[in-house]
């Protein structure tokens, strides 16, 4: 008897990875490093790092767009927009509204989601809560950091680790046995001082001072993470596999954050499940966040490595310190769908008009908007005498 009880499928999937690809080799001509230092300590080959004129949000766009595309979904159905990042455009407004507005996405609330690297699962998470409630049918969920703006480019313990990007799925509610089957949310604020951007906030808001002592850059310390790293991703997989009802053997792949090689490593010996069984990245993009998990998602889903049936954990870990892992089944239903080409037409009209109404909007909020508007009323009075 197939299951018929309300679930979060995953209906839609995108990436974005910024086109400037920064070596090992780049890297240490600018620094006191070496690309056989950054391989083996890490895994890193390369990483993307966005262009000046690039940001968060318009990756997360980006992203957005493309599982918009394969779900060949209407932005207009979007109920929810949840963006996990901790690199948002502004610390206010959020950068979900950034994608929510640039989608055109008109019904839909809007919402940033910070739990440093275990973002994207995080809000995974939440988006699976917010439709088994019942109140939500359609929910976009973004991992996207641009780590490039908060990592010192001189500081070479952090700066060779770290790359941009943006990972995006689009939920559904479904009643098939296809969606997140259980997830898990865990944190130790104890361990606030081992990942974390010291100034910039309301404890210490930003100063000439905070600058010249670079304390508006990211602080790490490397071997502490690496240590929890190594012992809470084998535990958060099995605690969530328990609350799934599932063996690891079920499990087909393993998608964990692209943080370092060797926690991967770490966490299949400790698991006694094959390297093979994890989804890797990490040589290529390094650590992007909160993007890193749906960019890892994605590349298995294109690459054909991720079927029907088969059986997922996604999970990730990072500053605060989070962890987070969510196991799901991926549905029949989420083959890649041929687009209809009206919609596809459609979808580029609405994003259109959402750029063209956005300006507009702005326009008239402005003080030429209020003239003009004021303008109008005048003629509209005169009309009125007139008749
Ligand atoms: N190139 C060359 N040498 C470097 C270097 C670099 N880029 N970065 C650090 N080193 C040096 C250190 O200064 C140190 O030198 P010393 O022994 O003379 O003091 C030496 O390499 C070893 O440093 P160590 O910190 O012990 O290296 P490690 O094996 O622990 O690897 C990390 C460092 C950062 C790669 C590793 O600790 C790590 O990946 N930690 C987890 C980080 C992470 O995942 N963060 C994000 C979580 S979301």
């Known amino acids: 008897m197939p299951e018929t009880r309300r679930r979060a499928e995953i209906i839609g999937w995108g990436m974005y990875a910024p086109e400037r690809v920064v070596t090992n080799d780049d890297l240490a001509a600018l620094m006191d490093t070496t690309d056989d230092w950054i391989r083996t300590r890490t895994g890193i080959e390369r990483r993307h790092i966005a262009a000046e004129h690039q940001a968060t949000a318009a990756m997360a766009i980006e992203a957005a767009r493309a599982a918009l595309a394969v779900a060949d979904a209407d932005p207009r159905d979007i109920d929810l927009v949840i963006v996990g990042t ?20 008109l019904h839909a609330g809007a919402v940033d989601l910070n739990a440093g690297c275990s973002g994207f699962v995080y809000a995974l998470t939440m988006a699976h809560q917010a439709i088994l409630s019942g109140e939500h049918e359609l929910v976009l969920v973004v991992g996207a950091d641009t780590m490039s703006r908060i990592v010192n480019q001189e500081d070479r313990a952090t700066a060779v680790l770290f790359g941009d990007g943006a990972g995006a799925v689009l939920l559904r509610a479904g009643e098939g046995s296809a969606g997140v089957l259980a997830t898990l949310l865990g944190s130790d604020g104890s361990g606030a001082d081992l990942l974390a951007v010291p100034a910039g906030g309301s404890a210490l808001p930003a100063s000439a001072e905070t600058v010249a002592q670079g304390l508006h850059y990211l602080s790490m310390d490397g071997r502490q993470v690496f240590r929890f790293a190594a012992r809470i991703v084998p535990r958060a997989i099995e605690q969530v596999l328990e609350r799934a009802g599932l ?25 006694q499940v094959e390297e093979s069984r994890f989804c890797v990245n990490v040589n290529e993009y390094g650590n ?16 054909g490595q991720i079927q029907p049936g088969q059986q997922l954990v996604l999970v990730g870990f990072g500053a605060g310190l989070t962890w987070a ?60 005498k007139r008749e």
Not at 344 to 368: G, P
Request: hydrophobic share 50%; proline share 5%; charged share 25%.
């Open 86 to 105: 901790m690199t948002p455009d502004t610390w206010m407004p959020s950068t979900a509204c950034a994608v929510q507005n640039a989608l055109g996405a």
């Open 247 to 271: 063996t690891l053997d079920e499990v087909d792949w393993i998608i964990p954050h692209q943080a370092n090689l060797r926690i991967i490593e770490a966490a299949a010996k400790r698991l």
């Open 288 to 303: 992007t966040s909160a993007a890193s998990v749906p960019i890892a998602l994605c590349e298995a889903v294109e690459r």
């Open 325 to 384: 892992a969510a196991a799901l089944r991926w549905g029949p239903s989420v083959q890649e769908a041929p687009a209809v080409f009206y919609r596809r037409w459609l979808r580029w009209l609405i994003y259109r008009w959402a750029e063209l109404h956005t300006r507009w909007l702005r326009f008239a909020r402005s003080r030429a908007g209020r003239a003009w508007g004021g303008a109008q009323e005048r003629w509209r009075r005169m009309r009125r």
